[in-house]
């Protein structure tokens, strides 16, 4: 038959996909590159002040500083929390995995907006927490809990969890479970066990969610500015009050390149430096 | 067999060889391990029951738990919000053509990328993935500055084009996947039996990867009804989404109303989430 016809019709289905990324994603994209090299908003006279105006001014480095750790943290607070639960899930039974799957995606399902909503109910001034310690005589008067950088950093590792723990599941449910009886069965102990050979078996998963989390984490708008509140400022909020609240779009464009640039050097580092030691647990 | 008794071998020899030591290490294991399994899970559920909690209060502000209950607060998202009700309709809207455009462009890329083990291949999925990856809202700012550049002005299809950008890769993703379990031998056999290739992919390839597109849809679908990132830069006033909406709600006033909205926005998703499970088996194409 069209033996020879059909794999230059299969290569061809993905032009219209190529296409629609080269103008809606790629060229955007080369644009804002082009219009943050630009000195004034009236993009007439072309130069890097844009970047010196940035990296010159100690706020927008606090401003950067304070996204990159705030990504940091939120995964490091997932991973610690996503690690147990995953880990558990691989070795619960195949009933009791139907329900805790649910549990899991079905946050990742429900709007952002949502999930940040309940944190701002939870940590409000009438909220659960301040009611409970309240009632317990642990503080006089409503504590503020919302408008501080640990709210966000809880608030987000709760709404990005579902990112860290499906990879971990995915990569853990790969393991021959033959490995973890045979380091037990050997006398390793269950500590020993995890961190020698559960641990380092899983560790694509593990980077992969990390990656997930801390780049979903470092651009999360919404949770950043309704669970931070106007006091905070993160690279995504700042950004959006350069375009729209101050029409400097040069301004705007120099700051997302430059969040944009930070989050993949992270991003890829990081791949680069888990494989190096893949390299070596494997050796 | 023989497994099954080294298994229990081994398990007998490890419980015979227990000391205290060894006790108290897995006690330690399973007590710190499991805590925090329990509050990971319950981190996942907590904050949704609350709002559903919330949304039935009977009182003017979000205090939990509410000292009344009533559903006061649905009626009056229901009777008094027409700006919250058409902004959902501005939702639905996009997220079904943004849907409905991902699907097409996601299904055909993946049909030619699967399988395919060229470097070109591998470079061009991870750079049809590179938006999950991506800060979304630099995206959405350099599609604003595209559309201003190119005189189009914003509209509800500028809003949807940017949405495409970002629901797509979830498509590609489960359709690739789906791809890549399916039995090659299949397609040979109908196209060995003269099968044309349009009727094998009908027939043979269609039905069999069809879960997974449908979990890639629904993915997209929630990404599209919830992104506030790209909506942010690329809707104007007539084209206002939800999310946006609720969020200006919940910046200015923590209105009730937003609670109510949360109400059903959850019941929804755990309803269909629930019929995408049964149907199509979502969270297996989800990790």
């Known amino acids: ?283 | 067999m023989l497994e099954g008794r080294v298994e229990q071998g081994s398990a007998r020899l490890a419980r015979a060889s227990e000391s205290a030591g060894s006790r108290l290490e897995r006690w330690s294991f399973n007590l710190v391990l499991g805590t925090l399994a329990v509050l990971a899970a319950l981190l996942l559920i907590a904050p949704t029951v609350v709002v559903l909690i919330t949304s039935f209060t009977n009182a003017f502000s979000l205090r939990f738990p509410p000292p009344g209950y009533s559903v006061r607060w649905y009626l009056a998202l229901w009777n008094d919000s027409p700006e919250i009700l058409a902004a959902a309709l501005t939702s639905l809207e996009v997220a079904s053509m943004a849907t409905a455009a991902s699907v097409v462009l996601g299904v055909a890329a993946a049909l030619a990328l699967a399988r395919q083990s060229s470097a070109w291949a591998r470079l061009l999925d991870s750079i049809f993935m590179s938006p999950l990856m991506l800060p979304t809202l630099a995206l959405g700012l350099a599609l604003l500055v595209l559309f201003n550049l190119a005189g189009t002005g914003l509209s509800t299809a500028t809003l949807v084009i940017g949405h495409i950008a970002i629901t797509t890769p979830y498509v590609l993703r489960t359709t690739i996947a789906s791809l890549t379990q399916m039995d090659p031998q299949l397609l040979e056999s109908a196209r060995s039996l003269g099968a044309r290739p349009l009727f094998a992919f009908r027939t043979v390839t269609l039905p069999i990867i069809a879960p997974g597109i449908a979990a890639g849809a629904f993915i997209a679908f929630m990404g599209s009804f919830d992104n506030v990132a790209i909506s942010l830069f690329l809707s104007d006033a007539r084209s206002e989404v939800l999310p946006i909406r609720l969020w200006h709600i919940i910046e200015a006033n923590l209105d009730v109303r937003a609670a109510a909205a949360s109400g059903v926005l959850i019941v929804l998703t755990i309803l269909l989430g629930i019929v995408m499970e049964k149907l199509a088996g979502i969270s297996r194409h989800m990790r």
């Not at chain 1, 430059?258 to 030691?277: E, Y």
């Open chain 1, 1 to 283: 038959m069209s033996a020879s016809a059909s794999p230059l019709r299969q290569w061809q289905l993905m032009l219209p996909l190529a296409l629609f990324f080269t103008v809606f994603v790629l060229l955007p994209l080369l644009l804002l590159g082009y219009i943050s090299l630009h000195n004034d908003m009236e993009l007439k006279q072309a130069g890097v002040a844009q970047y010196f105006k940035f990296f010159g001014d100690e706020f927008n480095l606090g401003v950067l500083g304070q996204t990159l750790w705030l990504a940091a943290r939120t995964m490091l607070l997932a991973l610690l929390l996503g690690y147990p639960l995953a880990y558990f899930f691989t070795l619960a039974p195949p009933r009791w995995q139907r329900v805790l799957i649910l549990i899991i995606v079905l946050p990742l399902l429900t709007s952002a907006v949502v999930r940040t909503f309940a944190w701002v109910v939870i940590l409000g001034r009438q909220g659960i927490v301040n009611s409970v310690l309240l009632s317990l005589a642990w503080i006089e008067s409503p504590a503020k809990l919302l408008y501080t950088s640990s709210a966000v950093t809880v608030a987000l590792a709760q709404i990005e969890m579902p990112l860290m723990v499906l990879p971990i599941i995915n990569s853990l449910s790969r393991q021959d479970p033959h490995l973890r009886e045979a380091s037990l069965a050997l006398g390793a102990g269950r500590w020993r066990t995890l961190l020698l050979v559960t641990l380092p078996l899983s560790l694509p998963g593990l980077l992969a969610g990390s990656l997930l989390v801390f780049a979903a984490a470092a651009s999360a708008f919404v949770t950043q500015t309704l669970v931070g509140g106007g006091q905070l400022m993160y690279m995504p909020y700042y950004i959006y009050q350069q375009a729209i609240q101050s029409n400097n779009y040069p301004f705007a464009a120099t700051i997302a390149m430059v969040l944009l640039v930070a989050v993949l050097v992270i991003v890829t580092l990081v791949n680069f430096a888990g494989r190096a030691v893949k390299g070596v647990a494997h050796a």
